[in-house]
Nanobody, 126 residues
Framework: EVQLQASGGGLVQAGGSLRLSCAASGSPFDDDYVIGWFRQAPGKEREGVACIRRSDGSTHYADSVKGRFTISSDNAKHTVYLQLNSLKAEDTAVYYC??????????????????WGQGTQVTVSS
């Protein structure tokens, strides 16, 4: 089983930046997996933001964040990062990271992810 710990959220002004971290623990980590970042604003459905595949570093982004957010991983530290730049008020949400152990295509559908971390709040003031 994989445990995920998300951190790095906070309050930032529009146009600002944040870096979120998702630290993974558990075993085994020699296997391949996909880590995704999702967000959920009050009254809205959870939406996928970005994902990365451990084995080759391939990434996939939602159209709403392309060019502003960057996902990366440090496999030695079992940590995935999400750099949030040029933040907008509509980026305000609770951000979650999740792991897909067996479905390794780069997709942002919550249903394919097996393990979820707790959320970290990102608030962008306009």
């Amino acid at each position: 089983e994989v445990q995920l710990q998300a951190s790095g959220g906070g309050l930032v002004q529009a146009g600002g930046s944040l870096r979120l971290s998702c630290a993974a623990s558990g075993s085994p980590f020699d296997d391949d997996y996909v880590i995704g970042w999702f967000r959920q604003a009050p009254g809205k459905e959870r939406e996928g933001v970005a994902c990365i595949r451990r084995s080759d570093g391939s990434t996939h982004y939602a159209d709403s964040v392309k060019g502003r957010f960057t996902i990366s991983s440090d496999n030695a530290k079992h940590t995935v990062y999400l750099q949030l730049n040029s933040l907008k008020a509509e980026d305000t949400a609770v951000y979650y990271c999740a792991a897909s152990r067996w479905y390794l295509k780069l997709e942002l559908k919550p249903i394919i992810y097996d393990f979820w971390g707790q959320g970290t709040q990102v608030t962008v003031s306009s």
